[in-house]
C-alpha cells in the first residue's frame, strides 16, 4: 500500500518563527489533507490539497503531485499551533476509500 | 451541523468486559470510517463503510472487533471481550467527498 512519511518527526519553535513541515508519499494520490491535532486530541481539517498550492490566514500548503510531496507552511507561529501535524492521502482513482495518515509532526511552540 | 458525534467520551473498563463505542456521522455524509490512535501506531484505519456498506476492513485487528453500520446515521465498533492493548483512542470520521471530518474521539482504558 502507499507509504507517507512526515519530517522533521519533532519541532521546537520560538513564538512569531515560521516553519515548513513536509509529507513525502510513495504513490501517485487523488486526495490530500493536512491535519491538526491540538493538545487536547482533537483533530481539525486545514486543507484538502492533491495539488496545487492554498493559502489560509498564517497557514499555506503546497502540493507537487508530480513529485510525490506536500509542505504545510506555518507563519509567524503562535502558542496555539502547537500539537500534531499529520498529512493523510488516499492513492487510486476512486473518489471514496481510505486516507493513509503518516506518524505527524510534533511542534511546540515556546511564548 | 453538530459535527461527528461520538460516545462515550471516556470509558475505562476490565479485561473481558464488552465495549461498545457509538458514532453519529455528519448528517448527508455518505462514508463513515473508524479509526484507532495509539502512540506506538499512530493512526490507524480500522474498517470505512460507503452508503453503510463495509468497504474495507482489513485494518480490524482481530475477531474481538466488529463493527456495523445499521442505518446512515448511526454507527457501532464493539471490541469483545476487551484486552489491555486495546486501550487507544477510537475515531469516528465521516465525508461526502473528499474531505473528511472526525469526532473528538472515545478514549478507552482497558485494565
Known amino acids: 500500500g502507499i507509504q507517507v512519511e512526515q519530517s522533521p518527526p519533532d519541532l521546537i519553535l520560538q513564538e512569531g518563527a515560521n516553519s515548513t513541515l513536509r509529507c513525502n508519499f510513495s504513490?501517485?494520490?487523488?486526495?490530500l489533507q493536512w491535519f491538526h491535532q491540538n493538545p487536547w486530541g482533537q483533530l481539525i481539517n486545514l486543507f484538502y490539497i492533491p495539488s496545487g498550492t492554498k493559502q489560509n490566514g498564517r497557514l499555506s500548503a503546497t502540493t507537487v503531485a508530480t513529485e510525490r510531496y506536500s509542505l504545510l507552511y506555518i507563519s509567524s507561529s503562535q502558542t496555539t499551533d502547537s500539537g500534531v501535524y499529520f498529512c493523510?492521502?488516499?492513492?487510486?482513482?476512486?473518489?471514496?476509500?481510505?486516507?493513509?495518515f503518516g506518524q505527524g509532526t510534533t511542534l511546540q511552540v515556546k511564548p | 451541523d453538530a459535527g461527528v458525534i461520538q460516545s462515550p467520551r471516556h470509558e475505562v473498563t476490565e479485561m473481558g468486559q464488552e465495549v461498545t463505542l457509538r458514532c453519529k456521522p455528519i448528517?448527508?455524509?455518505?462514508?463513515l470510517f473508524w479509526y484507532r490512535q495509539t502512540m506506538m501506531r499512530g493512526l490507524e484505519l480500522l474498517i470505512y463503510?460507503?452508503?453503510?456498506?463495509?468497504?474495507?476492513d482489513s485494518g480490524m485487528p482481530e475477531d474481538r472487533f466488529s463493527a456495523k453500520m445499521p442505518n446512515a446515521s448511526f454507527s457501532t465498533l464493539k471490541i469483545q471481550p476487551s484486552e489491555p492493548r486495546d486501550s487507544a483512542v477510537y475515531f469516528c470520521?465521516?465525508?461526502?467527498?473528499?474531505?473528511?471530518?472526525f469526532g473528538e474521539g472515545s478514549w478507552l482504558t482497558v485494565v
Open positions: 448528517s448527508g455524509h455518505n462514508s
Open positions: 463503510f460507503n452508503n453503510n456498506v463495509p468497504i474495507d
Open positions: 504513490d501517485s494520490v487523488n486526495n
Open positions: 470520521a465521516s465525508s461526502q467527498g473528499n474531505t473528511i471530518y
Open positions: 493523510a492521502v488516499r492513492g487510486g482513482s476512486s473518489n471514496t476509500g481510505k486516507l493513509i
